[in-house]
């Protein structure tokens, strides 16, 4: 079976993961044919450590023909490229979902995907269970709620930081709203809170917290639907977010899987 051309957009930490599993044999269907991040040093040495070719341009990348594009770049890379990427013939695997907060840009990525017969695949990254958020949503009206944990260094250089955090005892809040409102103020840290958005609630209808715990190690996030038919309470805890780089791995083997999840 000829094999399927994949190629990364971001050549950091996530993708990272994703080139080591191909090399390791989680990804047999696939040969990977390219790699394009912003940092040119950054984007050659990761090229040249997972034999592909270093690309500098998303014109570049698309020259090789991938079947499939995964994304592990940033939110703003997500709404510069994505629609280039779907008319540029490749699908697509997005972990920055923070982007799709943005309704106009959802739509029009939709559209493009339809119109170009390619897919936009959401992986589930730090959290899961959007199986079951998309079939209560079917079911009845939803409401949905997500909390999450984080360690106070986690909060460091974020807006949601203050000096008095440093004296806490116990977990406390430091964040309330929907989580549109969340991806604008943290851009980088809450696309596990869109993708949970999107499939249940909707990103201005889903509500979030955020509390800070002195002393927590890693992420966890506790994710309540309550619709006429359906609850659920589900709680995923990562030790580091290495789980988002190895749920693209999942959706690449579902992808071309005869049985699929
Ligand atoms: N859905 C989820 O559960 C999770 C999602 N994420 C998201 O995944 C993404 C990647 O994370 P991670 O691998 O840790 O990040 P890294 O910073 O390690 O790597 C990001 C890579 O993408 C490149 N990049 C960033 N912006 C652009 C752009 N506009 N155009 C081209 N290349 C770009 C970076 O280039 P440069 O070297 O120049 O910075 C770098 O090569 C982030 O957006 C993060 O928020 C992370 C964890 C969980
Ligand atoms: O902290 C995590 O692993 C989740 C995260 O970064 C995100 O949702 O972007």
Redesign the pocket.
């Known amino acids: 079976m000829e094999k399927k051309k994949l190629a990364f ?8 993961i994703v080139a080591n599993a191909l090399h390791n044999g989680y990804l047999p269907e696939y040969e990977l044919v390219g790699a ?4 040119p040093v ?2 050659t040495t ?1 090229a040249e450590r997972h034999n592909c070719k270093a690309c500098y341009s998303m014109e570049e990348l698309l020259a090789l023909k991938p079947d499939i594009i995964a ?7 997500v709404g ?2 994505s629609e280039t990427i779907l008319k540029g013939g490749a699908s697509l695997v997005v ?4 982007a799709f907060a943005d309704a106009a840009l959802y739509n029009r990525v939709r559209e493009t995907a339809a119109e170009n017969n390619q897919k936009v695949y959401i ?5 899961g269970g959007f199986d079951v958020l998309r079939t209560a949503a079917l079911m009845s009206p939803i409401k949905a709620t997500m909390t999450s944990k984080k360690s106070l260094r986690s909060l460091f250089y974020t807006p949601l930081f203050k000096e008095e955090l440093m004296n806490i005892t116990e977990p406390e809040q430091v964040f309330s709203g929907n989580t549109k409102e969340a991806i604008e103020m943290l ?3 809450f ?2 809170a869109v ?1 949970t958005a999107l499939a249940s609630a909707g990103p201005e209808r889903t509500t979030l917290h955020i509390d800070a715990v002195p002393g927590f190690v890693g992420d966890e996030y506790k994710i309540e639907i309550e619709g006429g038919e359906v609850k659920t309470d589900l709680n995923i805890y990562s030790r580091t ?1 290495n ?3 190895w ?1 693209v791995v999942a959706v690449l083997r579902n992808i071309v899987s005869p049985i699929v999840f």
Do not use: K, M
Request: include cysteine.
């Open positions: 957009l971001g050549c950091g930490f996530l993708n990272e394009f991040g912003r940092n950054r984007t990761f994304e592990a770049a940033s939110p703003q890379a510069e490229y972990l920055s979902i923070g992986a589930s990254g730090a959290v851009p980088f840290h696309n596990v993708a977010s789980i988002a780089g749920s």
